[in-house]
């Protein structure tokens, strides 16, 4: 059984910057990619970003595009989010996501880290 562990949401002015973690639980994992989704009030999950674990290539919704840069830490099983230039509309709860190798879309979820964005 793995876990997620998110860390480092919180409260900030628009404009400002925050920067998300995720580690996973156990070193021992075949991931095909590792990424980030977000939840809005009265709103569905939608999709953030995400960086495929073998070669990095990174992908954004086109909302974050130019604000947000996803990376990854190999050795500790870690996704990181660095947002910048936060607006309102980026106010949400952000979860991280595993897709392991051989699943057919990301099937571990962490247990999501409240972004709130003040105007």
């Known amino acids: 059984q793995v876990e997620l562990v998110e860390s480092g949401g919180g409260v900030v002015q628009s404009g400002g910057s925050l920067r998300l973690s995720c580690a996973a639980s156990r070193r021992t994992l075949s991931l095909y990619a590792m990424g980030w989704f977000r939840q809005a009030p009265g709103k569905e999950r939608e999709f953030v970003s995400s960086i495929r674990w073998s070669g990095g290539s990174t992908y954004y919704s086109d909302s974050v595009k130019g604000r947000f840069t996803i990376s990854r830490d190999i050795r500790k099983i870690a996704v990181y989010l660095q947002m910048n230039s936060l607006e309102p509309e980026d106010t949400a709860v952000y979860y991280c996501?595993?897709?392991?190798?051989?699943?057919?879309?990301?099937?571990?979820w962490g247990q999501g880290t409240q972004v709130t964005v003040s105007s």
């Open positions: 996501a595993i897709h392991r190798v051989g699943a057919d879309n990301y099937d571990v």
